[in-house]
């Protein structure tokens, strides 16, 4: 039932394209971007085990006010803040063993050129004109008062700045039917159901043009300029929603840009809630206008709590991802936020929890089981003998199909939680078959129970992969020399 590779020429591989949103560089990295990386890091690794020829893209949104206002806030030069910041979120991809092909910033030349020839190509839908609104630096975006909650920033609970000057916009309201029904069609699937709902009741609360540029007073001369404008710096949304094609070269129209977004069938955007309506419309917007393909998928993850409030910067209560890697583990990190996290909703953190998962799912589940199972091989001396790749027993044949299915169906709609599920199901159905058939006993039967377990540890191995890289790995190497190394050291009380 594993996983098999579909294909070994890359040319002929279906191609999948993947990425995260990208992050403001105002603060370091806090967990709740660590879990956004690690959803996107499993699709691509369960797509690269499918065979497919999978690009993976993360990275930096680094022309925002609040990035320039947090360099003010420290007295450094801007250039020299969003390097170390971004430095920081790069170094994601060790601890949390993330396998991205590519990190965009948004500084960076590729990036700036492509952004650029976004404009001019949507030159059609862009006039200037002087406006007055409601703009939250948080949020790098313009609020209706409607919208506002007691006046504040739904998203962030503050109070945004009144901005009055003369700026560029783009005619969102031009393409409102069109993108309406790309969403209500699923010509641009938006996953879950409830922010598809939310999507939809938001066109239908009118669009209006929005404003794609600030004066350079603004900016603090910050940003990318305008084309044929330098006295205006592009909206950061409007450049940082062009990452996902200026990475693949759309600048100079590369064979990656064509093979991965224009030809390609299988793009992902993977997002938080609070950025849906940048890229379930606005980004739409923009690739109609260029005429340029759209994704087909946008899922549409929930926020990481911490102790039930949202983990933020500004809040103050965020969990440093760093520290929590250094303290359990890289495998551990991902296990929690995939396990006890809905992928669709918020899902909160606390130490107890954390430890709880550990010890009951990896120490005495997982862990205990490979112990138990190897120790019992190791004194039948079985050591040597060739573990066998099938098994006559027709429960565990049947058992294996099952969560194999399961686990299939749930990462293909991005139920991480529920495909683990399936995992710990076949752990549990170990657990009980040691119980019953009680391999410890001499008896014919002996050599056969214990092949049938390893056997089942090889498939368990195999569905853990995308999940947790190491820890399969470690699973897989322990099966063939047959000797046992506690996986997880179980956590004192």
């Known amino acids: 039932m594993e996983i098999t590779k579909k294909c070994d020429k890359m040319n002929l591989m279906k191609k999948f394209f993947v990425s995260t949103a990208i992050d403001y560089v105002n603060a370091?990295?806090?967990?709740?971007?660590?879990?956004?990386?690690?959803?996107?890091?499993?699709?691509?690794?369960?797509?690269?085990?499918?065979?497919?020829?999978?690009?993976?893209?993360?990275?930096?949104?680094?022309?925002?006010?609040?990035?320039?206002?947090?360099?003010?806030?420290?007295?450094?030069?801007?250039?020299?803040?969003?390097?170390?910041?971004?430095?920081?979120?790069?170094?994601?991809?060790?601890?949390?063993?993330?396998?991205?092909?590519?990190?965009?910033r948004t500084t960076e030349k590729r990036h700036i050129e492509g952004a650029q020839k976004l404009w001019r190509v949507c030159q059609k839908d862009i006039y200037k004109k002087k406006y007055k609104g409601l703009y939250c630096v948080g949020c790098e975006a313009f609020y209706k008062e409607s919208e506002l909650i007691n006046g504040l920033c739904p998203e962030h609970q503050t109070k945004p700045e009144l901005v009055e000057e003369e700026n560029y916009f783009f005619k969102l309201s031009k393409y409102e039917k069109q993108i309406k029904k790309i969403i209500e069609t699923d010509k641009a699937k938006i996953i879950p159901e409830t922010r598809k709902n939310e999507i939809i009741s938001f066109i239908n609360s009118g669009l209006q043009d929005i404003c794609i540029s600030r004066s350079n007073e603004r900016a603090h001369g910050w940003g990318i300029d305008v084309p044929g404008d330098p006295s205006q710096k592009m909206w950061c949304?409007?450049?940082?929603?062009?990452?996902?094609?200026?990475?693949?070269?759309?600048?100079?129209?590369?064979?990656?840009?064509?093979?991965?977004?224009?030809?390609?069938?299988?793009?992902?955007?993977?997002?938080?809630?609070?950025?849906?309506?940048?890229?379930?419309?606005?980004?739409?917007?923009?690739?109609?206008?260029?005429?340029?393909?759209?994704?087909?998928t946008i899922f549409v993850h929930g926020y990481l709590t911490s102790g039930g409030q949202k983990m933020s910067k500004s809040l103050g209560?965020?969990?440093?991802?760093?520290?929590?890697?250094?303290?359990?583990?890289?495998?551990?990190?991902?296990?929690?936020?995939?396990?006890?996290?809905?992928?669709?909703?918020d899902g909160d953190y606390t130490r107890e929890k954390f430890e709880e998962r550990y010890n009951a799912d990896l120490a005495s589940g997982l862990g205990n089981l490979l112990a138990r199972v190897l120790t019992m091989a190791k004194q039948l001396k079985t050591q040597n003998s060739k573990l066998k790749t099938t098994t006559q027993n027709a429960n565990l044949k049947k058992e294996i199909e099952k969560r194999w299915e399961g686990y299939k169906k749930s990462l293909e709609s991005f139920k991480?939680?529920?495909?683990?599920?399936?995992?710990?199901?076949?752990?549990?159905?170990?657990?009980?078959?040691?119980?019953?058939?009680?391999?410890?006993?001499?008896?014919?039967?002996?050599?056969?129970?214990?092949?049938?377990?390893?056997?089942?540890?090889?498939e368990i191995a195999k569905m853990l992969e995308p999940f947790l890289p190491e820890t399969s790995e470690k699973i897989l190497a322990q099966l063939k020399t047959k000797k046992s190394k506690p996986l997880f050291p179980r956590l004192g009380t």
């Open 237 to 296: 949304w409007i450049e940082a929603l062009a990452n996902y094609i200026t990475a693949l070269g759309y600048a100079k129209n590369s064979k990656k840009f064509q093979e991965f977004w224009q030809k390609n069938k299988n793009k992902l955007h993977v997002i938080g809630k609070g950025i849906s309506r940048f890229h379930c419309v606005y980004w739409i917007a923009l690739l109609l206008s260029a005429k340029l393909a759209l994704p087909k």
């Open 416 to 458: 991480f939680n529920e495909a683990l599920a399936a995992i710990w199901q076949m752990i549990s159905f170990c657990d009980k078959y040691i119980e019953r058939e009680r391999p410890w006993e001499k008896s014919d039967k002996q050599l056969l129970i214990i092949n049938n377990l390893l056997i089942a540890l090889s």
């Open 317 to 345: 209560n965020v969990v440093d991802p760093f520290e929590l890697v250094e303290k359990y583990g890289t495998d551990p990190v991902r296990y929690f936020l995939l396990r006890e996290i809905s992928p669709t909703e």
């Open 28 to 104: 370091p990295p806090h967990t709740g971007h660590a879990l956004e990386k690690i959803q996107a890091d499993v699709i691509a690794r369960y797509h690269r085990i499918l065979g497919e020829d999978v690009f993976f893209l993360t990275g930096t949104d680094e022309n925002s006010i609040k990035n320039v206002r947090a360099a003010e806030k420290e007295g450094v030069p801007v250039k020299k803040w969003v390097d170390r910041i971004a430095k920081k979120f790069y170094q994601l991809k060790k601890i949390l063993n993330l396998s991205f092909d590519d990190f965009i």
